[in-house]
């Protein structure tokens, strides 16, 4: 008899110690080095918030349309969007720190030889992840495209948000 009763709590402190992990966001980090991640696994039943693909706002209402002053270069729309991303978070409970997922698109920037500015992403990027502030890595796809909506966005990005 003792047997029979023994397996099962075994088996339901096997599973009561695991449990916590079953409904915890994964991150797979093999690479320390590495300012992103390699992959994120959401367990079922947790909410999570999906942006649309967020622009820059205007940095200078005053500069010309068209003009690089505007909306500024790839750093500083950087840095915009992922402010707007952040209060779009803050709307639904969430911060930066429950960022999983970041897709981006990088446009040619014509003062930059008409070539993406990857690195003016990378660097805005070092600001608000991976950092003492933020020490969350998100798994990421930065893609260079053609162009955006309008020649004035040289950056768009997405984000994928889990609560913990």
Not at 47 to 59: D, E, F, K, N
Not at 109 to 118: L, M, R, T, V
């Amino acid at each position: 008899m003792r047997k029979v009763i023994l397996l099962p709590l075994f088996w339901w402190l096997l599973v009561a110690c695991k449990q916590p992990s079953l409904h915890m966001v994964q991150r797979y980090d093999n690479n320390p080095a590495s300012p992103i991640l390699q992959g994120v696994e959401i367990p079922a039943g947790k909410r999570w918030i999906h942006t649309s693909g967020i622009v820059a706002a205007i940095a200078d209402s005053s500069a010309a349309p068209g003009s690089r002053q505007r909306f500024g270069d790839t750093y500083t729309q950087s840095i915009s969007i992922i402010k707007r991303i952040e209060g779009i978070l803050k709307q639904g409970g969430m911060s930066l720190s429950n960022v999983v997922f970041l897709r981006v698109y990088v446009a040619p920037d014509p003062q930059k030889g008409n070539q993406p500015d990857y690195n003016g992403w990378f660097e805005a990027y070092k600001l608000f992840f991976n950092n003492p502030q933020n020490p969350v890595k998100v798994a990421r796809s930065t893609l260079g495209v053609q162009s955006l909506v309008t020649p004035d966005y040289l950056i768009e990005i997405e984000a994928i948000a889990v609560e913990q």
